[in-house]
């Protein structure tokens, strides 16, 4: 029954946790936009506010994705579940 579970409640948990972790990477979005557009051995450099942009909304546009699908892939996945369990408890009663 446990593998059953996590076979079916694993593609949502992914989901999950790619949509947390690209929030996370849109929330610091202005560092790392920072730290990928500093050329080598510059003590000095500016970073265009378009890069900055992309390095915060890109990610976060994909976390609040990766979250969407995670509703609706638990949503199914716990229906099915549902199903099955109703399914198991009908057969019970039948031969008891």
């Not at 929030?23 to 557009?37: K, Q």
């Not at 450099?45 to 509703?71: D, R, Y």
């Amino acid at each position: 029954m446990k593998d059953k579970i996590i076979a079916l409640y694993g593609i949502p948990v992914g989901f999950l946790l790619l949509g947390f972790l690209f929030l996370i990477i849109g929330a610091n979005g202005e560092g790392l936009a920072s730290f990928f557009s500093r050329p080598p051995g510059a003590m000095e450099w500016s970073i265009s506010n378009n890069a900055i942009k992309a390095f915060k909304f890109v990610p976060t546009a994909l976390g609040i994705t990766f979250l969407t699908l995670f509703v609706s892939a638990f949503s199914i996945s716990f229906y099915t579940w549902q199903k099955n369990v109703l399914r198991d408890i009908d057969n019970e009663t039948e031969k008891g």
